[in-house]
């Protein structure tokens, strides 16, 4: 159950698009995000020498989603000058450290696994680690402080910008139940939500095979083609179907997707009573009770 917090941000240079650095006030975990062009003032601080976490953050997939390297290190600071020289895709590092200067190299080794793991589920980001490698021995009580850290780590990088892990989809109402929306027709049975960032199409949903002629050689066509080159859309049973879930910046985007045709997502999408998107959540905003 979310609780509410209060998060500190510092900008060390009073620059809010340079080194930013967030903390939960009452825990010790910290978050120093640091773009690519600063890493020499940032090697320079003692953070750069701690035991940490890291995360690089880059450029989009071919699918449309950001690319993530998660890895650790003794010394943050020098791993990521190694990075700075073989590592192409990254504007951006988010360095997870410990206030008290408390967290261990097996802390760090089980805290990237886990990342790389709950990264993985979530879905959101490409990761541009080549394997997820095994589960690290680590004793229970420094894994329950892996998990703490981890959780703080999560709501800290989410805050600024970067939610790796953080569900695409709503959660559940009190009652356990989810408000599902449904597009078929033109060989299409796709079902999804409406979010706070956009539209997310369901593990399972199940797009048309052809696109129509009017969308060849368009956006449209190239988006198509990508969620099946990145493995999102694969081919079964003469339709595409979605191996995951997926975030689409608008309905529209995901209904042409499963349809393969231009498509106005805010009618196409109805829920199970045949009230379209639109009429559930445009059409109310200003209505009064």
Not at 124 to 140: F, K, M, V
Not at 221 to 228: H, M, N, T, Y
Not at 256 to 261: E, F, K
Request: with cysteine; net charge neutral.
């Amino acid at each position: 159950m979310p609780r509410p917090k209060t998060i500190q941000i510092f900008l060390p240079a009073g620059d809010p698009r340079g080194v930013r650095t967030a903390e939960i006030t009452t825990r010790i975990v910290q978050v120093v995000e640091v773009p690519r062009s600063q890493l020499a003032e940032f090697i320079k601080t003692p953070e750069a020498l701690q035991v940490g976490v890291y995360f690089l953050i880059g450029e989009l997939s071919e699918a449309g989603l950001p690319r993530v390297y998660i890895g650790q290190s003794g010394s943050v600071g020098n791993r990521l000058v190694q990075h700075n020289q073989n590592k192409d895709f990254w504007n951006r590092a988010l360095v997870v450290i410990s206030l008290t200067n408390s967290m261990t190299q097996t802390h760090a080794l089980f805290l990237e696994w886990f990342a790389i793991q709950q990264a993985t589920q979530a879905g959101r980001y490409s990761l541009e680690n080549g394997n997820t490698g095994a589960r690290p021995h680590t004793p229970a009580p420094l894994e329950a402080d892996c998990h703490e850290i981890h959780e703080t780590a999560a709501t800290l990088l989410a805050t600024l910008g970067q939610p790796i892990f953080e569900p695409l989809t709503n959660a559940p109402t009190a009652r356990g139940e989810k408000e599902l929306f449904y597009c078929k027709g033109s060989g299409a049975d796709g079902v999804g939500e409406y979010t706070t960032e956009g539209f997310v199409v369901h593990k399972g949903s199940k797009g048309r095979a052809e696109i129509v002629a009017s969308i060849q050689g368009t956006s449209n066509e190239r988006l198509r083609k990508q969620l099946i080159s990145e493995g999102i859309m694969a081919a079964q049973d003469g339709m595409l179907v979605f191996t995951r879930d997926h975030l689409f910046s608008s309905p529209s985007m995901a209904a042409m997707a499963v349809m393969g045709r231009s498509a106005n997502g805010w009618i196409e999408w109805k829920a199970t009573n045949g009230k379209t998107l639109d009429e559930v959540k445009r059409q109310v905003v200003g209505v009064a009770d």
